[in-house]
Protein backbone atom coordinates (compact mmCIF):
# COMPACT_ATOMS: atom_id res chain seq x y z
CA UNK A 1 0.00 0.00 0.00
CA UNK A 2 0.75 3.53 -0.93
CA UNK A 3 2.45 5.07 2.68
CA UNK A 4 0.41 7.97 1.66
CA UNK A 5 -2.74 6.15 1.84
CA UNK A 6 -1.43 4.85 5.14
CA UNK A 7 -0.71 7.88 6.66
CA UNK A 8 -4.22 9.44 5.40
CA UNK A 9 -5.79 6.78 6.78
CA UNK A 10 -4.43 7.07 10.42
CA UNK A 11 -5.11 10.66 10.55
CA UNK A 12 -8.65 10.22 9.12
CA UNK A 13 -9.23 7.63 11.70
CA UNK A 14 -7.75 9.66 14.59
CA UNK A 15 -9.18 12.65 13.60
CA UNK A 16 -12.73 10.90 13.33
CA UNK A 17 -12.34 9.24 15.95
CA UNK A 18 -11.39 12.86 18.40
CA UNK A 19 -14.18 14.66 16.79
CA UNK A 20 -16.34 12.01 17.93
CA UNK A 21 -16.71 13.58 21.25
CA UNK A 22 -17.19 17.43 19.56
CA UNK A 23 -19.79 19.74 18.38
CA UNK A 24 -18.69 19.03 14.83
CA UNK A 25 -19.58 15.39 15.00
CA UNK A 26 -22.77 15.79 12.88
CA UNK A 27 -20.50 17.05 9.86
CA UNK A 28 -17.68 14.80 10.06
CA UNK A 29 -20.18 11.93 10.28
CA UNK A 30 -22.18 12.44 7.41
CA UNK A 31 -19.07 12.96 5.57
CA UNK A 32 -18.02 10.12 6.31
CA UNK A 33 -21.27 8.52 5.71
CA UNK A 34 -20.77 10.61 1.81
CA UNK A 35 -17.11 8.72 1.33
CA UNK A 36 -18.80 5.68 1.93
CA UNK A 37 -22.12 6.18 -0.34
CA UNK A 38 -19.50 6.96 -2.52
CA UNK A 39 -17.59 4.35 -2.80
CA UNK A 40 -19.38 1.61 -0.72
CA UNK A 41 -23.34 2.75 -1.09
CA UNK A 42 -24.02 -1.20 -0.31
CA UNK A 43 -21.66 -0.28 3.00
CA UNK A 44 -23.23 3.35 4.05
CA UNK A 45 -26.07 3.12 6.32
CA UNK A 46 -24.09 0.05 8.36
CA UNK A 47 -20.93 2.81 8.28
CA UNK A 48 -23.53 5.30 9.41
CA UNK A 49 -24.88 2.97 12.58
CA UNK A 50 -21.41 1.82 13.26
CA UNK A 51 -20.20 5.46 13.51
CA UNK A 52 -23.03 5.99 15.90
CA UNK A 53 -22.17 2.80 18.10
CA UNK A 54 -18.54 4.46 18.52
CA UNK A 55 -19.93 7.54 19.41
CA UNK A 56 -21.21 5.86 22.26
CA UNK A 57 -18.62 3.73 23.18
CA UNK A 58 -16.06 6.86 22.91
CA UNK A 59 -18.37 8.93 25.28
CA UNK A 60 -18.88 6.21 27.82
CA UNK A 61 -15.31 5.76 27.82
CA UNK A 62 -14.19 9.07 28.50
CA UNK A 63 -16.72 9.35 31.11
CA UNK A 64 -14.78 6.18 32.92
CA UNK A 65 -11.28 7.51 31.68
CA UNK A 66 -10.98 4.06 29.93
CA UNK A 67 -8.20 5.06 27.48
CA UNK A 68 -7.47 1.71 25.91
CA UNK A 69 -11.20 1.71 24.04
CA UNK A 70 -10.38 5.55 22.75
CA UNK A 71 -6.99 3.87 21.20
CA UNK A 72 -9.00 0.71 19.66
CA UNK A 73 -11.61 2.90 18.55
CA UNK A 74 -8.66 4.94 16.69
CA UNK A 75 -7.10 1.59 15.23
CA UNK A 76 -10.52 0.17 14.20
CA UNK A 77 -11.04 3.42 12.39
CA UNK A 78 -7.98 3.99 10.89
CA UNK A 79 -7.99 0.37 9.17
CA UNK A 80 -11.38 1.00 7.98
CA UNK A 81 -10.73 3.61 6.30
CA UNK A 82 -7.74 2.22 5.33
CA UNK A 83 -8.99 -0.48 3.78
CA UNK A 84 -11.79 1.97 1.63
CA UNK A 85 -8.60 3.95 0.37
CA UNK A 86 -7.02 0.73 -0.59
CA UNK A 87 -10.17 -0.58 -2.45
CA UNK A 88 -10.90 3.11 -3.53
CA UNK A 89 -7.73 4.75 -3.69
CA UNK A 90 -10.17 7.65 -5.65
CA UNK A 91 -11.71 8.95 -2.67
CA UNK A 92 -8.37 9.57 -1.33
CA UNK A 93 -9.14 13.61 -2.12
CA UNK A 94 -12.26 13.43 -1.34
CA UNK A 95 -10.75 12.28 2.27
CA UNK A 96 -8.61 15.02 2.09
CA UNK A 97 -11.18 17.62 1.61
CA UNK A 98 -13.32 16.44 4.40
CA UNK A 99 -10.25 16.86 6.85
CA UNK A 100 -9.50 20.25 6.15
CA UNK A 101 -13.07 21.26 6.07
CA UNK A 102 -13.74 19.31 9.56
CA UNK A 103 -10.23 20.12 11.13
CA UNK A 104 -7.97 21.96 9.00
CA UNK A 105 -4.87 21.85 11.41
CA UNK A 106 -4.84 18.57 10.63
CA UNK A 107 -4.39 19.15 6.63
CA UNK A 108 -2.05 22.00 7.02
CA UNK A 109 1.41 21.32 6.37
CA UNK A 110 3.52 21.01 9.49
CA UNK A 111 5.62 23.84 10.71
CA UNK A 112 9.06 23.62 9.34
CA UNK A 113 11.86 22.49 12.01
CA UNK A 114 14.40 24.77 12.87
CA UNK A 115 17.53 23.62 14.22
CA UNK A 116 20.27 26.12 15.58
CA UNK A 117 23.40 25.88 17.07
CA UNK A 118 25.67 28.85 18.85
CA UNK A 119 29.25 28.57 20.75
CA UNK A 120 30.17 31.45 22.38
CA UNK A 121 33.64 31.80 24.14
CA UNK A 122 34.98 34.13 26.60
CA UNK A 123 32.19 37.07 27.54
CA UNK A 124 30.47 36.87 24.32
CA UNK A 125 26.71 36.42 24.46
CA UNK A 126 24.57 34.81 22.10
CA UNK A 127 21.07 35.22 21.32
CA UNK A 128 18.94 32.67 19.39
CA UNK A 129 14.74 32.56 18.58
CA UNK A 130 12.71 30.74 16.07
CA UNK A 131 10.55 33.78 16.09
CA UNK A 132 10.17 37.16 17.86
CA UNK A 133 12.79 38.19 20.22
CA UNK A 134 12.53 40.67 23.07
CA UNK A 135 15.81 41.42 25.22
CA UNK A 136 15.62 43.30 28.05
CA UNK A 137 19.16 44.21 29.39
CA UNK A 138 19.74 46.98 32.48
Known amino acids: M ?6 LAGTAGTTL ?3 MATDAW ?15 PDRADAVSAELEAAREDLLMARDSADEETEEELRRDWQGRIRRLLAARPDVADDLR ?21 A ?5 ARVYQAGRDQHIHER
Open 2 to 7: DPEIAT
Open 17 to 19: VTL
Open 26 to 40: QSVRDGVVGLWRRAR
Open 97 to 117: ALLAEVAPEEAAPAAPVITQH
Open 119 to 123: TASGS
